[in-house]
């Protein structure tokens, strides 16, 4: 019996005594393969930038956010079903898995003098109140410890992982040790500065380039923001600020001004006061559904809180808890999957389409096998005769003839899918340079990836797989013809 | 070592049956020399076929080296060719695309034979024919006489019990003919390989040490 190393071999040397019909027949195969191959590397890479960027830049870890119902209420006598109180918060303080509530204060506007070099140019905009334990967590623990009477604050790291570079015009990833550097500076929070909006870059959509605003162009901007107020009363009040000390005390993911809860709840009572100030009227009327049968929260009441889980807690349990007291609770987890089913479920349909093609391409890949192999039979008449006088099993002429059938489909797929990976990997970077040249955000360029493509080893294994039984099947009517050759016939041929 | 008991063959050629052998009895010792002559469709070949298993006779047994080739199936009867018996043809039948050294392997790449083993078998017989220097040329490369002389080594190469060679020297001149049949006859002599030769050359049958004479599928 013929050893599978030479029956290899055998088949090889028949497939390059055709290297036409070789060619012609990898070619086919691979189309289909290419067509697979690449969308499927794409979808896996679009897929991979998904789970990558959503688990680095989404919000953190074992936090559920909790909103009161949101439901469209049309009808100014049905009241909003509840807010969340104080009351409400400090009994989910006391669940064995939760380690820290707090109400989600936001804090704006806020002025942030260190973050003059951040690439959205304004500097800051809102700080959010965060309960300590979360604070914490993001923290140096040492820095914490010396912040002293300044405020504890931890900033995104999107608001310093660029710097504008005057040569380029353009905002480089900024060294990771400058980064690490923000940690234990001392900054200054301006809480309801106008100015927090102040823009002093500017970006040329004609030079693709980000310039800095000249002083002319920066005071043209302020007098701009000054002139929103409509009267000089309003002036005067919003030129007041609430000026702090705060100490950088640790980085987060995202693009966030974290400090705690007490500190930024004061602030926005500072900040509702003010305003009421302004405007000459009381803080909040006791009663007002407005328009769409709303009413804003009053002294106690949170729109939305946030709930830290203690670490490794399961949120599930957690979450329906709160959805079953008629609050809508998301965590980064269900949040996430729910994103990521939608993603799959688009990429479904497109990788559909891709397979369908592809088996289409294939199915027609598989005629010309067969044709190719049953063409082969016949021109190796004289060497089945041979073969069989020799001592050539017809199992051993069957196998000689699937392997050639197997090896031409193998290589086709093997070929497609070097082709496909090239494919997909030029039509990522083309993908990226179209996409990052009309990013007029440079933050935005934090999110823009290498490359969108991905090895998908699975596939290519079922493809390889899936290759050798369609070519086995393609090449099972001629194999067996070749085995059924009459060798007294095939050798009177000669 | 080969007996053939009453076989006959029949052909079904259209409506027409053709009888290319007629209960042809055989009786052939081992290492003998038997020249079979005959005309052209006498059944010479048939016969060959018939020994070597290519053909299932319509009636009688077939038993060489001791096997009923009747009662062997594919895989057998497969095996037995590759071991029992060495083919020589009139045509050489040596595929172009392999080199002298890979055609005079091939039966062994049927025996399940290492590469190693295979090249070293088929490289000493070369040598021993004066083919060495051959021996990566292609058969196209090759002279009549040559190629048949590989075509030897080939049957050579699975130390068989029996060469059948069918109109060895058919497509050969004289001279070389003649050099070819010495060769069959040592080989028979010097390794004691049963050689059954099918031949309508005179000249070419007197290098057996008998000839039997076949005529409308039956030996007179």
């Not at chain 1, 004289?382 to 059938?405: C, M, N």
């Amino acid at each position: 019996m013929i050893r599978r190393r030479d029956q290899i071999r055998l088949s090889l040397q028949k497939i390059g005594l055709r290297k036409k019909r070789a060619v012609f027949s990898i070619i086919s195969v691979a189309l289909g393969i290419i067509v697979v191959v690449t969308v499927n590397s794409l979808m896996r890479g679009v897929r991979d930038l998904v789970i990558r960027t959503g688990y680095t830049e989404e919000i953190d870890q074992d936090l559920i956010r909790v909103s009161a119902d949101q439901r469209y209420d049309d009808s100014p006598s049905r009241k909003r079903k509840q807010f969340l109180t104080d009351e409400l918060l400090a009994k989910f303080r006391e669940w064995k898995e939760i380690e820290a509530v707090a109400p989600n204060i936001s804090v704006h506007p806020l002025n942030v003098d260190a973050l003059a070099e951040s690439p959205r140019a304004s500097s800051g905009g809102y700080v959010t109140g965060a309960p300590e334990a979360l604070i914490r967590r993001y923290a140096d623990a040492k820095q914490l410890a010396a912040s002293g009477n300044a405020v504890p604050l931890v900033i995104g790291e999107r608001f310093v992982k660029l710097r504008y570079n005057e040569k380029t015009k353009k905002f480089d990833l900024e060294d990771p040790a400058r980064v690490q550097a923000w940690i234990g500076r001392e900054v200054t929070l301006r809480v309801g500065d106008p100015m927090a909006q102040l823009e002093r870059f500017h970006y040329d959509y004609e030079k693709k380039q980000w310039l800095r605003l000249s002083e002319e162009e920066t005071a043209q901007r302020r007098k701009s923001i000054e002139s929103y107020e409509s009267n000089e009363f309003d002036k005067l009040i919003h030129a007041r600020t609430l000026t702090l000390k705060a100490r950088v005390v640790g980085l987060c993911p995202g693009r966030r001004l974290l400090i705690p809860e007490e500190p930024a709840r004061l602030c926005a009572k500072w900040l509702k006061q003010r305003d009421a100030l302004a405007r000459l009227r009381p803080v909040e009327p006791e009663a007002d559904y407005g328009q769409y049968g709303r009413r804003a929260p009053r002294e106690g009441e949170y729109a939305m809180a946030v709930v830290l889980l203690k670490s490794g807690t399961n949120p599930e349990p957690v979450v329906k808890r709160l959805r079953d007291m008629g609050f809508e609770a998301t965590t980064r987890q269900n949040a996430f999957e729910s994103f990521l089913k939608e993603v799959d479920a688009a990429m479904k349909i497109v990788k559909r389409i891709a397979y369908a093609f592809g088996g289409v391409l294939l199915l027609l890949a598989c005629g010309l096998l067969w044709s190719t192999t049953s063409r082969i039979v016949s021109d190796s008449r004289a060497d089945i005769g041979l073969f069989r006088a020799l001592g050539a099993t017809k199992s051993d002429v069957r196998r000689l003839f699937l392997s050639e059938t197997v090896l031409l489909g193998e290589l086709g797929t093997l070929t497609g899918i070097l082709l496909g990976w090239t494919a997909a990997y030029w039509i990522s970077q083309l993908v990226i340079h179209l996409a990052s040249g009309d990013i007029s955000d440079p933050e935005e360029m934090l999110m823009v990836p290498r490359t969108i493509f991905a090895v998908d080893w699975l596939s290519c294994a079922m493809l390889l797989f899936g290759a050798a039984g369609v070519s086995l099947l393609a090449g099972l009517w001629p194999a067996n013809r070749a085995a059924n050759v009459d060798p007294v016939k095939a050798l009177k041929r000669e | 070592m080969i007996k053939l008991h009453n076989v006959s063959v029949t052909y079904r050629l259209k409506s027409e049956s053709v009888e290319a052998l007629r209960s042809a009895n055989l009786d052939l010792a081992e290492g003998s020399f038997v020249a079979i002559m005959g005309p052209s469709g006498s059944g010479k070949t048939t016969l060959i076929q018939v020994i070597a298993g290519l053909l299932t006779p319509t009636a009688g047994d077939v038993i060489v080296n001791g096997q009923n080739l009747r009662q062997l199936d594919d895989r057998a009867i497969s095996e037995f060719r590759n071991r029992t018996i060495g083919f020589v043809f009139q045509f050489f039948n040596l595929p172009s695309y392999y080199t002298a050294l890979d055609n005079v392997a091939l039966p062994l790449v049927f025996a399940g034979v290492s590469e190693t083993e295979r090249r070293d078998r088929a490289r000493a017989l070369l040598d021993e024919f004066g083919l060495g220097d051959r021996a990566i040329h292609k058969p196209e490369q090759l002279s009549g006489g040559e190629a048949q002389r590989v075509a030897i080594a080939r049957a050579l190469v699975n130390s068989p019990k029996i060469i059948l060679a069918d109109e060895p020297t058919g497509n050969l001149d004289r001279d070389t003919g003649a050099r070819l049949m010495e060769l069959l006859q040592k080989i028979n002599r010097e390794r004691g390989v049963t050689i059954l030769l099918v031949t309508h050359d005179e000249k070419a049958a007197a290098f057996a040490q008998q000839t039997l004479r076949i005529e409308k599928g039956a030996f007179v």
